[in-house]
């Protein structure tokens, strides 16, 4: 599986916007790159995913580059909820399964 | 519909007694996962089943071992605990194709917050 490199963490004012950097220069062809959040120690919250296009959702927008080593995470307009740990991570196979691995994530902090 | 759902939501062990975390999704999905995350530290995965009747080691096996009892439910047992498996252990479904290509959201069950004394 394709390793994830992110920030450790990242500050934002209110009303900005978020953008959260994630590298997997690993990634192979038939991986997609998934975000999720998550808010002290609650299960994490899926946010959004995407292949190669760039995709939207009613929470974030993802950019993913041409090449698809990295992507981008936008959270257009931060609110102090959007406070949290975001994780970037990469579908694969292992063994015909899907396993999959977690980095660190970035710790986002939304302040005023 | 309950999704993911986990139990215990928290317990106490002392050093060597055994317990089974548990865990049951009723979304008819393939693939089920046991994390455990330690504090400021990101999910690391202990064992995975890809579909009913197999299990495969994550980053984090030893000490654990799992059960995946039938499609809803996927066990992880800890025989003799000890107190580095003190963490919050999180139960992850995911619909899954086994060995081919598939895409879709992760469901986390709330977690379970296990101390060892």
């Known amino acids: 599986d394709a390793k994830t490199t992110q920030p450790p963490s990242m500050d934002c004012a209110e009303g900005r916007a978020a953008n959260l950097p994630c590298n997997h220069s690993t990634i192979s062809g038939n991986e997609y790159v998934y975000w999720y959040r998550q808010i002290h120690s609650q299960g994490p919250q899926y946010i959004i995913h995407g292949l190669k296009n760039n995709e939207t959702n009613e929470m974030a927008s993802l950019i993913i580059t041409e090449d698809r080593k990295s992507s981008t995470l936008i959270l257009p307009h931060a609110t102090l909820r959007d406070t949290a740990v975001y994780y970037c991570i990469v579908r694969g196979r292992e063994g015909g399964g899907n396993k999959l691995t977690f980095g660190t994530g970035t710790q986002l902090k939304v302040e005023l | ?117």
């Open chain 2, 1 to 117: 519909n309950a999704g993911v759902t986990q139990t215990p939501k928290f317990q106490v062990l002392k050093t060597g007694q055994s317990m089974t975390l548990q865990c049951a999704q009723d979304m008819n999905h393939n693939s089920m996962y046991w994390y455990r995350q330690d504090p400021g530290m990101g999910l690391r995965l202990i064992y995975y089943s890809a579909s009913e009747g197999t299990t495969d080691k994550g980053e984090v096996p030893n000490g654990y071992n799992v059960s995946r009892l039938n499609k809803r439910e996927f066990s992880l047992r800890l025989e003799s605990a000890a107190p580095s498996q003190t963490s919050v252990y999180f139960c992850v479904s995911t619909p899954g194709q086994g060995g081919l290509l598939y895409t879709g959201e992760l469901f986390f069950g709330e977690g379970s917050r296990l101390t060892v004394l």
